[in-house]
């Protein structure tokens, strides 16, 4: 097929949609085919001795640029056997620098596309910040990584002479720059025209066709044509209509479009080839996207996505109305005057609770009820033979949970201390863990209770305007053109009537999220408060612990002498 064939189909397809949902079509993009001849094969000590480009659109030839450049070095022997450049054909030739300004011009604007670009594009980089200019802006194709991909197993290797010589192209390479330019523009044409078949209509496409897997699924990338650009919810959508995988984006058409640009988790092969659609939901709002993704997600269970497969179905349950009060695992919460803590993995959940009987002498049998005597009573670290004191311990830790977190926190600071003073570094280690997964837990919980417990919020942020009730966003509004913020709030009111009490979160999920978006955007204002709300009065508290990642005994030994306890978390009434 004639490559001005290709370019015409291309365009066909493009005008049937909308070009700037698309980005730039193949057909008018501007190609400059670069080749160099050089000293040797190190940008940093060799030099450049010949430049050949050729600037193509729609396969038709738009200029040359062609020159022998002095290197300021001799040619080494094995160099001239190579191209035939000689000292003698570049006695007249101009320095670099010269040729520079002219080069630059004929480059600006336009796509670099070289064979093995890696060399030539480090080559004339090296040569621009010797001359003071900055590197190149340019986007760049690699024919040499795009026929690995399109011609896997059709040939014995990818060089320029073998391409050529394998997609019958009319000129040959000669290791001379112009010449080598010239064969690599015929090589690109051949390429482009395979990848046409791949649905590879843009530039964009293009350029992430290398990283890309063709194994039947890029095809699918037409899929994603129609989907629009800007915030929302985006839907792979299966054979029988059902939701394989949902998601949230900034951008939806880009975002589902590099799904396709090599992803290299296995999961996301799987969902490429069930998915027969893709659907688009915009919103006006990234928190209005990510709330209508948790709601999608836990309504439509889409088997792609992990949170709705997720294994964190356990509970720390603190059991405190009770003959036996007693802090354990749960694998659901009832309603039976417990507190309950979750949902985590089981794995997390156990560490919380050892974490809980490291802070407070509780209960570490399975069954108080029949305690009759222990090795932690021993040591002082079980209150079971105690019913009074155990209970004080058990509501001393349900109080930490809900509202003062420093009651477990500070026995944690305090025995990690005391651990690594008496060098036990390992057990000090656990124990900081530990308290850092705890800490963390405790702020997550305390910010998003503060968001259930709450009566009625309206936040102003980036010219929308959100009515949060009982942890729940119940509805949103622009405020641009609404006059003053009463004007907004009874708008919102009337828009999203009902009681307080019914329109709350279905869970915990929905009221984080809020929280979040809550904490990372620094220009939300709050217009309206109906009953009372609290979040951390810091934008993020210094933690007591070190950093669980940094899991290093040693870090605790180096600086047992400079543990300090940071600020208890402020907590403030709005």
Same mark, same amino acid.
């Given at each position: ?6 370019? $015409? ?29 050089? %000293? ?23 200029? *040359? ?32 620098? %010269? ?16 064979? +093995? ?7 004339? =980089? ?30 014995? +290797?990818?060089?320029?002479? %073998? ?53 039947? *699924? @890029? ?30 984006? %900034? ?8 799904? @396709? ?14 998915? #027969? ?17 948790? #709601? ?8 792609? =996505? ?47 609770? $050892? ?10 049998? *399975? ?20 019913? *009074? ?63 259930? $417990? ?40 009337? =828009? ?18 809020? +929280? ?28 007591? @612990? ?29």
């Amino acid at each position: 097929m004639d490559i001005e064939h290709v370019f $015409d189909r291309v365009l066909r397809v493009l005008l049937q949609q909308s070009l700037d949902d698309l980005g730039i079509p193949l057909a008018d993009v501007t190609f400059v085919v670069l080749d160099l001849e050089t %000293t040797g094969s190190s940008a940093s000590s060799c030099a450049i001795t010949e430049v050949g480009a050729v600037k193509v659109r729609r396969g038709e030839l738009l200029g *040359t640029f062609q020159t022998l450049v002095d290197p300021g070095e001799p040619v080494p022997a094995f160099v001239r056997l190579l191209t035939g450049i000689s000292d003698e054909m570049l006695i007249e030739a101009p320095p670099i620098e %010269t040729v520079l300004p002219s080069l630059l011009e004929f480059l600006r604007d336009a796509v670099i596309v070289a064979h +093995n670009a890696r060399f030539d594009v480090g080559f004339l =980089n090296a040569a621009l910040l010797r001359a003071g200019y900055e590197p190149l802006a340019n986007r760049v194709v690699d024919t040499a990584h795009l026929a690995r991909k399109v011609l896997a197993g059709e040939v014995r +290797n990818h060089k320029l002479s %073998t391409l050529v010589a394998h997609l019958r192209c009319p000129h040959t390479p000669t290791h001379r720059a112009y010449a080598d330019a010239i064969a690599t523009t015929d090589v690109l044409h051949h390429l482009i025209e395979r990848v046409a078949g791949f649905g590879v209509v843009t530039l964009e496409d293009l350029l992430a066709i290398s990283r890309s897997r063709l194994d039947g *699924t @890029f095809a699918k990338v037409v899929l994603a044509e129609k989907l629009p650009r800007g915030i929302g919810v985006y839907r792979f959508v299966g054979a029988r209509a059902n939701t394989l995988y949902v998601g949230k984006a %900034t951008d939806i058409r880009s975002r589902v479009r590099s799904y @396709f640009y090599g992803d290299p988790r296995r999961k996301i092969r799987d969902l490429l080839k069930e998915t #027969q659609s893709i659907a688009a939901e915009p919103h006006a709002s990234m928190l209005e996207a990510e709330v209508a993704e948790a #709601q999608a997600i836990a309504t439509e269970l889409p088997p792609y =996505n992990r949170v709705g497969k997720s294994r964190a179905g356990w509970y720390v349950r603190v059991v405190v109305r009770s003959k036996t009060p007693k802090v354990a695992m749960a694998r659901r919460p009832v309603d039976d005057g417990s507190l309950y803590l979750g949902p985590y993995t089981s794995r997390t959940v156990k560490i919380l609770v $050892d974490a809980f009987r490291d802070a407070l002498p509780v209960h570490r049998c *399975t069954r108080p009820e029949r305690c009759r005597g222990c090795a932690f009573g021993d040591m002082g670290a079980c209150s079971g033979l105690d019913p *009074t004191s155990h209970r004080r311990q058990i509501a001393r830790l349900a109080v930490a949970l809900s509202v003062e977190p420093d009651l477990v926190l500070d026995p944690l600071l305090d025995r990690m201390v005391g651990l690594a003073m008496q060098e036990r570094y390992e057990e000090a280690a656990e124990v900081r863990d530990r308290g850092a997964l705890l800490e963390r837990t405790l702020l997550r919980r305390l910010e998003t209770q503060s968001l259930l $417990d709450a009566g009625e919020l309206v936040v102003a942020s980036g010219g929308r305007a959100f009515l949060l009730r009982a942890g729940a966003l119940a509805g949103a509004t622009d405020t641009a053109g609404r006059g003053d913020s009463d004007v907004v709030v009874a708008l919102l009111g009337q =828009n999203v009537p009902g009681d307080v009490s019914k329109t709350g979160a279905r869970d915990d999920r929905e009221a984080a999220i809020i +929280n979040a978006w809550l904490k990372r955007t620094s220009e939300a204002r709050v217009l309206h408060v109906r009953g009372a709300w609290a979040q951390p009065s810091g934008a993020r508290p210094r933690l007591r @612990f070190l950093p669980a990642q940094t899991d290093e005994a040693t870090s605790i030994k180096r600086s047992k002498d400079r543990v300090a306890r940071p600020e208890s978390i402020a907590w403030a009434a709005v």
